[in-house]
């Protein structure tokens, strides 16, 4: 296991060493475990980072994962709503068809009924014409005999 411990111990190891090849022996150990402790180091903290990444990325695909869900929810309200509009709009459109069909009948109805009290209308004012001349003459009938009436007095 490395450890800065052990780096101690070599460097006090070094200074001790008297023999060339220990001494340069001691050297490249003390190299290798240097470099041991930097990339245990490097390692710890990558797996930290790797750790709150796993973590960050967790959570930011729940996020997305409730988004989708909530936008699928719009959508069959969306849809459902939509429905509901066409489906009160197109009964209103048939109610209305109706009434317009019930006016137009209503209407024709009364064009007839309409044209038959003109009708009658007509006749009555030829008939009151008619009446007028006939009362007309006879009151000039009339009016002659007073006439005649008078002279023969």
């Not at 111990?9 to 041991?36: G, H, Q, W």
């Not at 003459?137 to 023969?152: G, I, M, Q, W, Y």
């Amino acid at each position: 296991m490395t450890s800065p411990e052990t780096a101690i111990e070599i460097e006090e190891l070094l200074r001790d060493a008297n023999d060339p090849k220990d001494r340069l022996m001691l050297i490249v150990l003390n190299r290798i475990n240097n470099s041991l402790v930097s990339n245990s180091e490097l390692t710890r903290t990558s797996s930290e980072l790797n750790r709150q990444m796993a973590a960050r990325l967790e959570e930011h695909i729940t996020s997305y994962e409730e988004n989708l869900n909530k936008g699928r929810g719009a959508w069959k309200v969306i849809a459902w709503v939509l429905g509901l509009l066409q489906f009160a709009l197109g009964s209103s459109l048939v109610v209305m068809k109706q009434d317009a069909v019930a006016v137009q009948a209503a209407l024709n109805a009364h064009s007839g009924a309409d044209a038959a009290l003109r009708l009658e209308l007509l006749q009555l004012a030829n008939s009151s014409s008619q009446v007028d001349i006939k009362v007309a003459a006879e009151l000039k009938a009339l009016d002659e005999r007073c006439r005649r009436a008078e002279v023969l007095k």
